[in-house]
Nanobody, 124 residues
């Protein structure tokens, strides 16, 4: 069974950093896009960024460009989200997801598999 497991969330002060990890298992992810989404209370789940597993191409939401970076470690089957200069508005549950095709990588409907999420809270 395909599983995506997020880790690395927690409480951090504004301006701080966190590194989230998404451990993927159950199949080869060659050809997949690996995405990060987030959902704050009372809001829709929104796109954060994505990486194509094989090519390494990346895409980011405007709200996080210059602050967040996605990378992947094929040997560990893990995708990372490095978050710097965190703001209170970054507070949300962060989810990783896997898409078998590249056509809708910025939309939740484009993804086939989802993790359970990890809480990120940015507060002083």
């Amino acid at each position: 069974q395909v599983q995506l497991v997020e880790s690395g969330g927690g409480l951090v002060q504004p301006g701080g950093s966190l590194r989230l990890a998404c451990a993927a298992s159950g199949r080869s992810f060659d050809g997949y896009a690996m995405g990060w989404f987030r959902q704050a209370p009372g809001k829709e789940r929104e796109f954060v960024g994505a990486i194509r597993w094989s090519r390494g191409n990346k895409d980011y939401a405007d709200s996080v460009k210059g602050r967040f970076r996605i990378s992947r470690d094929a040997a560990k089957n893990t995708v990372y989200l490095q978050m710097d200069s965190l703001k209170p508005e970054d507070t949300a549950v962060y989810y990783c997801a896997a898409a078998a095709t590249y056509g809708l990588i910025q939309s939740t409907r484009g993804y086939d598999y989802w993790g359970q999420g990890t809480q990120v809270t940015v507060s002083s």
